[in-house]
């Protein structure tokens, strides 16, 4: 009976071994629809490309979600981005592109590129996107029958926010929600360090040795909309554009000369949050759960 498991078990193992070491992993190949292309402007050098739709998508997961993420985080990225994609579409008809290449919209990255990043592990990688996007294939989300500005970023301060305090329209599907799941993002909070007359020149302020700082305005979760330094006003956002501060949730203290700021989240803030849509699915949420959860009141339709 022994040697009747051993030898069984040889029989599964062996083959399966063979296969894992000698028999190279495949790269999934799309077939592409000629005239459903998007044109890509590259915003460095002004160039614009005509791309297959879902060649462009696949180039998005890839550069906006990192491969790393649960399958079902993946496919909710691929349906956001498609839908995001639809929506600029038909903003830009009038134009020579319909989107940009970098995070002006959304991060395109071609097969050169990826294979260049990802080295060895492009193929397992370029598959398992390739699957988030084929069990997707087509799909995008709608509200009262219009596509949907799918709005993503990377880390939440644990809560999304209202459009219109970051923007300026207020969207029914982009409501602040819970977002929990994004404390155990790497980027959840940071800390800053900056020289008390860099901090002044960076901000384009005079130099002055005493820093008074009121926080005039914030959003319902907390970031700062407009704060006053020294009596000038400012923007939040435009405060951590120039300071590359992660968001405009942040805390400023002043140490002598020293300035101390830490903040919380990554990006606006508004609609998805990908760590947060990682949580979820680590938790056995599927993509249109995550989806439904961020968009809110919104359908998924397909092509």
């Known amino acids: 009976m022994k040697k009747l498991i051993i030898v069984t078990l040889l029989v599964i193992i062996i083959p399966f071994l063979f296969v894992k070491i000698f028999v190279q992993t495949d790269e999934i190949k799309f077939k ?15 160039q614009i490309t005509k791309i297959p ?33 639809m929506y600029q579409m038909t903003a830009t008809k009038d134009k020579d592109y319909d989107v940009l290449n970098t995070t002006s919209n959304q991060v395109y990255l071609t097969d050169e590129q990826l ?56 969207l029914p599907y982009l409501r602040s929600v819970d977002s929990k799941w994004d404390q155990a993002s790497p980027v959840y909070t940071d800390t800053y360090t900056f020289d008390l007359k860099d901090f002044y020149s960076k901000l384009n302020l005079p130099y002055n040795e005493k820093l008074v700082i009121e926080v005039t305005e914030k959003t ?3 970031r700062t909309k407009k704060l006053k330094i020294n009596n000038q006003e400012l923007n939040g956002r435009d405060v951590a554009t120039k300071l590359s501060l992660r968001s405009n949730y942040f805390d400023i203290v002043q140490n ?13 803030g508004v609609g998805m949050s990908q760590y947060g849509a990682n949580g979820m699915a680590k938790e056995g949420y599927k993509y249109d759960q995550i989806l439904k959860h961020y968009y809110q009141n919104t359908e998924i339709k397909k092509i």
């Open 53 to 85: 739709f879902e060649e462009y998508i696949k180039g998005v997961v890839a550069g906006e979600m990192p491969a790393t993420f649960e399958l079902e985080a993946l496919k909710a990225q691929a349906v956001a981005s498609r839908s995001y994609a």
């Open 256 to 268: 002598e000369n020293k300035i101390t700021i830490t903040t919380k989240g990554f990006g606006h």
């Open 115 to 170: 294979k260049a990043n990802w080295k060895d592990e492009y193929t397992e990688k370029i598959n398992k996107i390739k699957n988030a996007i084929k069990e997707t294939s087509g799909e995008y989300l709608t509200y009262k029958g219009q596509i949907v500005n799918a709005m993503f970023f990377s880390t939440s301060s644990g809560q999304t926010e209202n459009s219109e305090e970051i923007f300026v329209s207020a």
């Open 220 to 222: 319902s979760t907390g």
């Open 32 to 46: 592409y629809v000629t005239n459903n292309t998007i044109r890509v402007k590259n915003e460095k050098t002004g």
